[in-house]
């Protein structure tokens, strides 16, 4: 059956003679529930049809043909026409749905497709910190709600393990590598040598040379700054995975930049064969204020060493060639969107189809702000990831043995809702705004929060492990056609298309601003009705919304990185 926005399209189209895709775009759900499920703005066609909004509305509600078993009716509002769904109907396409052997709300829209996702990338030998929080989640969410929707994805942790800084930091190791057991704390000794380096590179030009220095070697292969280098990605690799097995993350490669060091000297051919590549003061650049950009992407610098963009024009080659990719996801900060605007331009040159340079994207991101603003490795002004998620287990734990202190397994429950709460912020709201951490706001249980939706998952099964039911469709159509019923299956109908909302904006946080609603929704329908009664088919009925709010907050909550405990 086509879903009740392409039907009411189809039947739009054939009315208007306007292709089906463009009445599509104009199709919209009403802000408020009297006005209906979809409402059709028919001023979108005044100027095509050179009549007004109200003469529009009149003629298609008059030459429109639609099942009344599927949209039962449709109203006039100023300049809307307004559809509304047979409430029977969509209980039945909703259970029939829910019955199939696949995860609720997967689909073929992304069969074929390749999205190549680069998140995460923390930076070998420094904390990996809560400012790496936002690029690990968002990338997660996107990577499982892709694959949902039967997108071939690829995560990428694209581990900043090159550059200056490593420079810096064999620098410090040479000098005072022997005060320093990095062996048993890895981290955070690498983190007070880089302190360190960096305070006496700002007084001494010869210091800050010799590190310049240090990563040319490590570029040119020298065996020494190669062992050491080595040695602190190893280290460095094992501290985080701690990290990532508290999150849940995984990834598919772990290429970072140096993998690209022995694919940079083709970069540099091309470009040079473009004649776009120029000298600048010992340094070879490429001009972009032709394409409006004003400050030129560095593709070398002058002693010879490469760059961040050049590594990430080598990676784009590679996953081109290797991945085949129709989106290439870029998950960083916004402070990096001058430096893709450049890379994305400069990739223009590099001689792929244009299908791959169309589909690079950057997926900014706002900041994590401690309430006395920024963090800085180099001040040392940071707080650790790892820290971070033990805190919010502890604090989780201590909540719940407040409120349910004879609960068993109070240590993985903890786990599990001090981990969700964390992930749940981050993806709360929109990614580009900044966040500042609040543990009051995150760990609260009443507000619209992970704890939130976790304990109304945990309501739903209490519920339905206190009877048995029957999965009856025809009596559950019967019985389910209150507001407060139907506004949970609205919401469950539209589960696929929120998925394909994200995707079209990469924006994790319109799936759980949907399981908020779905959440509140249930929580209303629980008040209203009671769900375990004397009559066995209302009986039947209500406890089979249970079970199919309860399938949906678990399938949405995983794919945002969170695992839902069965008890609270």
Not at 59 to 88: A, Q, S
Not at 170 to 176: A, H
Not at 468 to 482: A, R, V
Request: charged letters at 30%; glycine letters at 6%.
């Amino acid at each position: 059956m086509l879903s009740f926005k392409m039907q009411i399209a189809k039947q739009l189209a054939k009315a208007t003679n306007i292709d089906i895709q463009e009445i599509q775009k104009y199709i919209e759900k009403p802000k408020e529930e009297k006005n209906g499920d979809y409402a059709f703005p028919c001023f979108s066609l005044a100027k095509k049809l050179k009549k007004s909004p109200q003469e529009i509305a009149q003629e298609l509600k008059e030459k429109i043909d639609l099942d009344i078993n599927i949209i039962e009716e449709v109203k006039i509002v100023g300049p809307y026409l307004n559809f509304y769904i047979n409430k029977k109907t969509l209980v039945k396409e909703v259970l029939q749905e829910m019955q199939k052997e696949q995860e609720y709300g997967t689909s073929k829209i992304g069969e074929g497709k390749n999205i190549v996702i680069d998140y995460s990338a923390p930076n070998i030998a420094k904390p990996f910190h809560i400012g790496h929080l936002r690029s690990t989640v968002i990338g997660a969410a996107l990577y499982n709600i892709y694959k949902h929707l039967g997108y071939n994805t690829i995560g990428i942790n694209h581990l900043g393990d090159y550059g200056t800084q490593f420079g810096k930091l064999i620098e410090g190791y040479k000098l005072w590598g022997k005060e320093y057991n990095i062996e048993e704390n890895p981290i955070d000794e690498l983190t007070k040598i880089y302190i360190r380096i960096n305070e006496l590179c700002k007084k001494d030009e010869k210091v800050l040379n010799s590190c310049r220095d240090n990563f040319k070697k490590l570029e040119d292969g020298d065996k020494y700054c190669i062992e050491i280098w080595q040695k602190f990605r190893e280290l460095s690799l094992k501290e985080f995975q701690k990290v990532y097995d508290l999150l849940g993350s995984s990834f598919d490669s772990w290429d970072g930049e140096a993998f690209y060091s022995d694919k940079m000297p083709e970069v540099i051919e091309i470009l040079e064969k473009s004649g776009k590549l120029t000298e600048s003061q010992g340094a070879k650049i490429i001009d972009l204020e032709e394409s409006g950009i004003n400050t030129p992407c560095i593709i070398e610098k002058t002693n010879g060493s490469t760059t961040y963009a050049t590594r990430d024009l080598a990676a784009i080659i590679y996953r081109a060639r290797n991945y085949n990719f129709d989106k290439a996801l870029y998950v960083t900060s916004y402070e990096q969107i001058l430096h893709f605007k450049q890379v994305f331009e400069v990739a223009k040159l590099l001689g792929l189809d244009e299908k791959y340079t169309k589909g690079l994207e950057h997926v900014p991101f706002g900041m994590v702000l401690l309430p006395e603003g920024k963090m800085s490795t180099r001040e040392g002004k940071i707080v650790k990831l790892e820290d971070l998620l033990t805190e919010s287990i502890k604090r989780a734990k201590h909540i719940i043995e407040e409120k349910n202190p004879e609960l068993e397994d109070k240590d993985e429950i903890a786990k599990k809702v001090g981990i969700g709460a964390i992930i749940f912020n981050d993806l709360a709201n929109s990614r580009l705004k900044d966040e500042i951490f609040d543990w009051n706001t995150i760990l609260n249980f009443q507000g619209e929060t992970g704890p939130y939706i976790q304990y109304t998952y945990v309501r739903c099964k209490s519920i339905l492990e206190k009877e048995k039911y029957i999965f009856n469709i025809k009596e559950i159509e019967e019985n389910l056609i209150d507001e407060y019923s139907q506004r949970i299956f609205k919401l469950i109908y539209n589960f696929e298309d929120t998925l394909i909302q994200v995707t079209q904006k990469n924006e994790p946080s319109i799936l759980s601003r949907y399981l908020i609603d779905l959440a509140k929704a249930f929580s209303s329908f629980y008040n209203e009705n009671k769900i375990i009664v004397d009559n066995q088919q209302i009986k039947n009925a209500r406890m089979t919304l249970t079970y199919i709010t309860a399938e949906v907050l678990k399938i949405g909550a995983k794919l945002l990185g969170m695992q839902m405990p069965n008890k609270m």
